[in-house]
């Protein structure tokens, strides 16, 4: 099967390079002295008999860390660094993620607990694997890296071959060659990635076999890791015979399950090996990674590229390995795992080789140059060894004094890190923030989704065969189609709340001059605004806030309005305040202050310095990237200080408040005050009351409101609603400025799917 | 109370002018020949338990058409127009609506049927009355005019007066001085607008008093009308006697309910007069007036204007007439009622004097210039009498040579009118199509709704307590948030339904010629259309319907469609006839065929003759007014033609077709023919299931089939979903080119309120 050939001919470079890929990677749990914790697995991070990203594997403190998979891999990285963030954020105070594969600061035996999984039978596997290799080799992490390609060039490539007449054989057939020659050049990848030179003498039950200052290139790939009886040979010659030789092995009793088979490729798509043969070999799992410490997140975005590409070139090589190559290529492995990673591999030559005929099938493919550059700089590590990762690792380990103290640094430097932006997904930071926030409570709790749509905010969620859509962070299925509908306009939605019973402000349009004027007398001694039908930055309006007391100051001010337009309104004027009610069905969640912009003197500080200072704090920043915005000094903010009689070089006295802003939106600098434990209750169930009105099930709801202590008093005018918003606002309620933080995403998904516990 | 002096005062004219109108029409359902049927009130205007709009009043056969309250005279005409096209349009063929008050070819008594109402006492009601003044008389129909002052007027006279202490009092009064003074001056009224001169003999069981040729200005407000026996007298001095003297009458059985009083005025806002003290009059009921029968609905614009001003004039006046004024006023209608209309009236004088007031007043309170116009030419009509509604109607009924001649031509053409465009509500024309076929299904069932915003198609539906909100036809409640969002987003739509399954075209977007070229294998004998990612009139499209044969056509689609974009597509070409399937819950109600505009040859006429006549057909128009487009004959319509080797003045041969289009859409003149019987099920479920895939109630979803007749097969290809909308056209199924009409309005209804029956 010379596939080679047939990419060349037909110019499928680019399609041979699409696949779907995805990442699992294990690691420990740690103190902050980097020694492996004995607390359970933290209980925010929901259910482990479903949840999709962050499971446990062997012990208790093993997180394992699972992305979906992606057709990019710069989107299954993505996928990690977002778990990441959320396992960093959610982790207890003294608790970190180690970033070495070697666990370091074993707790003696008994205090290794086996993950506590709700299935009988995964609890009795693990203690299985106990009795076969202790619990010290159960604790060392890896990378899984799971490979498929695209199914498309499975098609095209059987279309164009006439050797194999099965599409269902030919795809199998191409993936068992993926996996021979993996298996039989692995080595190479060993001695460039490798990351497990030492470990604590105590992992070992008889001592350690390294001499004191030895390092190795892979103590995790050497028969001193996690590996099977070297008895357990199994055949990848044909599929037939890999199902035979594994249930062989399981009937025998050497294997408790074809799963506990740890080869470093294993064949995915079915849960036996025999089904394969029906269903197809569907990806395959590269099991052979050992953690990258230097990286956040196990690996990064190079080095992943690097092993597509080397997957890709062992189906691109012409040689098709028998069971002899295989057990070669293992051998080969053991072998250069235990060399030392500051000295050259005794395979240099193959090594060579084989990268010189990676970076020609990257030339004929049409790969970037970037890739070809890499493996280029991969190439000059077998010349020089000290290039190597393990190398590299080596002379750190030493530097910090050793391996254990070296981890703890990194694992508390990740975190830190994870905390910068602590209200975004750094990976996910071009969506909107309130998507990100609900991102991050699906990922926690373990409902899976995918993103439909980045650009849109379209999410698709699942639980079990429970689907959901979500746009905007929390537009779902829910909501009405008609409510946003009444809510997008703002006569229809007047009419409803008024027929609901609500108190709307009243207002008369009115055509000319004179018709308003010679209704003067209805406005009398009432609090009013007049203004300009369609209001265009604030032109052309008055507030009678005091009442309207005589005529001519009424009929100037509709000449003024209709200045402005041909209609005029003249609107009950509400006096109070205004907040932010947050609803979902029968309950305000959240209610919120918006105050303008401002900054408070200290007698010290000049009003530029108070700004800045102000807008140094974390949640500030452009206002879309960051919940809240940084105050600006623009030519409004100035003339609203000469109002004031300051400039922004004045000295404000201590404890003086200075206006910079007459409006109160969050998006030109103001204050978020959350203060949904201060409003009166009356007034919350007023709110549930108007959501309820517009038949939605989720709602911000705008109310003026007197005196927020005081019940409503439901037959007065003396609070209204000014406005009904659907798709409201949640990060303002998330991250307040002041004030406790509502975390609404998780109320957005306990409606979607309350059946998640 | 000096009302006129406040309104002066203050100027408050405007506000005085302001109010709320409601119409109920009584007519009779007659035959061709104008005689009264004798059928039974029609099934398809739903039942009269809750009926709005459509009702009966005393028999069978007398439709009673009440409009609901309106801010503004205009739309309740409006709303009597669309219910009498309701009614029209909806009886049997030979049935028609009589346009005067007094019944022709009144069939024998017991033929009459007293309306058949579910509640036994309102039949008990209407035989007692049979009893007590005979089936004919109840047989003389009328328009009541219910009138409300606006109430924040009566708000403001009451804050400005000093006199009355109780707010409710104050409005009593009000409506009390308008009550008497009516009845004061109504004869005004009648000698201006009545139209019952005439009747046939046999409407008196003893033989006409009228003299042959003898005409009066009206039976039916004289004693020969349906009048109350004249001992029953009620006090209007008060509404404390009001009610005492009501109840009396009640009590010694002169009356059988307080309703069977029937005053020319009633004050209404209780179920009975005593709870008036309390509740307050919310309006009156002017029941003085004949049907015009030279208006299609009984009453014009100005006329009820003018009667809208003559109620005005009633509290304008500083008299307050005591219960001696009011009889004074009942007799002289008496009296008035039975002169000669072509003579002089008796009290000319009078009547001249108060319109000289009602003139006086229009300018004061700065009414429009119509109004006081109007006000001149009826003043007119006292010095010549010829000019009052009831002579022309005399000279109108000698011409045809009788009043039933007269009314049964009157009633052919009203009913012709009313169909002239059957698809719409003349009324509501500036609204939507669909709208309108909404609110004619509404009005028919008895569903009532208000129209919330009419630019913006928003209708409030109501039935008992339960309320809906319909946008545009088919936005409501019933479908979810998230669906139309799924749907606008065509990238989204696709995912979602690939997920759920379906087939949708299958596409790959590239960014560079490159790129794409090198996917050419991929693409090697598919059926596929090449586009840029946006298109844009068209531009950059090629579509090998055939399958791509070579690459270099391959490259140069390729290289046409990147002229347009920056990204582009290359989708699956499906081979096959698109349908619009409209899908409403777990059913397909409808399937349409969209043709491009075309004509087909006679062998006589030229191609612009061909679409000249094709034009003429009644649903085609400007397409927005109407429910079908006219073809046009523009640049494409001709370069269409020039490709088939014809000009417009070609004549083609017979049954040749045409094409005047390559596009489908109904907007550029295509034809729409309905398919629902003979679309294949096996599609009809497929669009049911790609409905509830997007979670929507209510969806128009275009499927392209290669063969309506053969079952869909779902595991090929062959057939696709090329979009799904939401809020899907309706009109073209409801009226389609060709095929049956699918009234799906009906099926909105039924979907919002199942509990209708």
Redesign the interface.
């Known amino acids: 099967m010379k596939i080679q050939h047939l990419i060349k001919q037909?110019?499928?470079?680019?399609?041979f390079q699409q696949g779907s890929f995805g990442l699992e990677k294990e690691s420990q749990r740690v103190y902050q002295d980097g020694s492996v914790v004995t607390t359970e697995h933290p209980k925010c991070f929901g259910n482990r008999s479903y949840h999709p990203y962050i499971q446990t594997d062997f012990a208790e403190s093993q997180l394992e860390l699972i992305t979906p998979p992606n057709k990019k891999l710069e989107d299954t990285l993505r996928w990690l660094s977002a778990i990441h963030e959320v396992v960093l954020r959610s982790l207890p105070e003294d608790e970190f993620v180690f970033p070495l594969s070697m666990p370091a600061g074993l707790p003696a035996d008994d205090l290794i607990k086996v993950a506590q999984l709700d299935n009988p039978e995964d609890v009795a596997y693990r203690e299985h694997l106990v009795q076969s290799y202790g619990k010290n080799k159960q604790m060392v992490s890896g990378i899984h890296y799971n490979f498929q390609l695209a199914p498309?060039l499975i098609q095209?490539l059987f279309k164009?071959q006439q050797e194999q007449k099965s599409a269902v054989d030919f795809q199998n057939n191409l993936y068992l060659k993926m996996a021979k020659n993996f298996l039989r050049y692995q080595w190479v990848l060993l001695y460039l990635l490798s990351a497990t030179p030492t470990v604590d003498s105590n992992y070992f039950k008889a001592g350690s076999p390294l001499k004191a200052g030895e390092y190795v290139r892979s103590l995790r790939s050497s028969k001193y890791g996690y590996v099977n009886d070297p008895e357990v040979i199994v055949s990848f010659d044909s599929l037939e015979q890999y199902a035979e030789s594994l249930e062989h092995w399981v009937k025998t009793g050497k294997l408790i399950a074809e799963k506990e088979f740890y080869s470093n490729v294993r064949l995915r798509g079915a849960k036996k090996a025999r089904y394969l043969i029906q269903n197809g070999i569907k990806y395959l799992e590269f099991r052979l990674f050992d953690l990258n410490p230097f990286e956040q997140y196990g690996m990064n975005l190079a080095d992943a590229r690097f092993i597509h590409h080397f997957a890709l070139l062992m189906i691109w090589l012409d040689e098709n390995p028998d069971q002899q190559a295989v057990e070669l290529g293992r051998s080969r492995l053991a072998e250069v795992a235990l060399e030392n990673p500051l000295a050259q591999t005794a395979y240099r030559e193959e090594g060579e080789w084989l990268l010189n005929q990676l970076i020609e099938m990257l030339h004929i493919i049409?790969a970037e140059q970037s890739a070809v550059d890499f493996a280029q700089e991969k190439l000059a590590q077998f010349a020089d060894p000290s290039l190597t990762l393990c190398a590299r690792l080596v002379r750190e380990i030493e530097q910090k004094g050793g391996y254990q103290k070296l981890g703890a640094e990194l694992a508390k430097q990740y975190k830190a890190n994870a905390f910068e932006r602590f209200y975004a997904l750094t990976a996910f930071d071009n969506m909107e923030l309130s998507t990100q926030a609900l991102m991050f409570d699906l990922i926690q709790q373990g409902i899976s989704f995918e993103i439909?749509?980045e650009r849109?905010q379209?999410l698709?969620l699942q639980f079990g065969e429970h689907i959901?859509?979500?746009?905007n962070g929390n537009?779902?299925?829910?909501?009405?189609?008609?409510?946003?509908?009444?809510m997008e306009?703002k006569?229809?939605t007047k009419?409803?709340l008024e027929?609901a019973g609500f108190n709307v402000p009243q207002s008369q349009e009115f055509t000319s001059v004179?018709?308003a004027?010679?209704?003067?007398?209805?406005f009398e001694k009432r609090s009013v605004v007049i203004k300009p039908k369609s209001t265009n930055y604030g032109l052309g309006i008055t507030i009678f806030q005091q009442g309207v007391n005589n005529r001519e100051d009424f009929a100037k001010a509709v000449e003024i309005a209709f200045r402005e337009d041909k209609e005029i309104m003249v609107e009950d004027y509400l006096v109070g305040t205004e907040y932010r009610f947050f609803v979902l069905g029968d309950e305000t969640l959240a209610v919120l202050l918006r105050v303008p912009a401002n900054v408070v003197g200290d007698g010290i500080h000049t009003v530029a310095e108070l700004v800045a200072q102000k807008n140094d704090h974390p949640l500030r920043g452009d206002g879309s990237r960051t919940p809240l915005k940084k105050i600006a000094l623009g030519d409004i903010e100035q003339l609203q200080l000469k109002e004031q009689g300051l400039t922004i070089e004045s000295i404000p006295a201590k404890d003086q408040i200075v206006q910079l802003r007459a409006n109160s939106n969050i998006s030109t600098g103001g204050d978020s005050i959350d203060m949904t434990d201060e409003m009166h209750p009356s007034y919350k169930q007023l709110a549930v009351g108007i959501t309820k009105a517009m038949?939605a099930a989720l709602c911000g709801v705008d109310l003026i409101i007197p005196d927020l202590k005081k019940p409503a008093q439901l037959e007065l005018s003396s609070w209204g609603v000014i406005e009904a918003n659907?798709n409201p606002m949640m990060m303002m309620h998330i991250f307040p400025y002041t004030g406790k933080s509502r975390r609404l995403t998780r109320n957005v998904i306990k409606m979607l799917f309350p059946e998640v516990k």
């Open positions: 037909h110019q499928l470079g680019l399609l498309e095209t164009l049409g439909l749509d849109d379209f698709r959901e859509y979500v746009k537009m779902t299925s829910h909501d009405s189609y008609i409510s946003p509908l009444i306009n006569v229809v009419k409803v027929k004179e018709q004027i010679a209704s003067y007398s209805l038949g659907f």
